[in-house]
């Protein structure tokens, strides 16, 4: 009886389950809506949990996974359709050891001289940005999300590298990835000599894509009533 109940009940899942009724994008209802459905809410969902995760667990991350990812960044809008992107896409473990050791040395070199720093405070800011670069660089995958600056409308290749980068964020995860849009650490000179970049193409950001070794608390945002502005000002 029981195990009647349990595949009674696996085939009203099954046949209830979003997944298997085909999605189908509805049109807008124009009524005031204060339900909506599953679909709907799982895009709202998977917008809200979206967090910068700056530690990853060493779980793989399949290429099918990664270039799912992409290819829902490549839809992202852009001036004039010009696609403007090119998505340097790092797995090898050598190379990010490698990195997180040349961004040790971009980042205390700049403090370096910037500041009037005794030796012991290189040294000491040397052993935190260590452990912080570690954990950043524990990612299986990285993208850097770069954009063409001989592209047809080059003046809006910043948005067009940044949509897509939130699109790529956003498309990560939904299948479990935390991501990040570093900039800091990664400055675009030092990052092109290191990964030998074309001068032509600009760095909008460094992401990882990997599973976090746990999701952040989401940080405090704004009271959305405070952001908007309805006709005029
Ligand atoms: C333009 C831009 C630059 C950022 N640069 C960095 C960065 O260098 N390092 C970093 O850890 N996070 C960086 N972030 C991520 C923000 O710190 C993060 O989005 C913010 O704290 C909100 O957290 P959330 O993404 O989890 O909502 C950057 C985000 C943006 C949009």
Redesign the pocket.
Known sequence: MKKHMSLLLLIIFLATSPGLKGFKIKEPAYQKKTSYSPEQSYVFEIIKN???V?EFKSTPVPEEHVLKILEAAHFAPTAGNQQPWKFLVIQDRVQLDLLSEAALDWYADKYERQKNVSQEEIQNLRVRLEKILKK?LSAPVYVAVLVDSHAKYPDYILYDGTLAAGYMMIAARSLGYGT??????FPEKQMKEFFQIPDRYKLI?FSPIGVPVQW?E??PKKDIQDLIVFESF
Request: hydrophobic share 25%; charged share 20%.
């Open positions: 979206r967090r910068t700056r950043v990040g849009f570093f900039t800091t650490f950001c952040p989401t940080p």
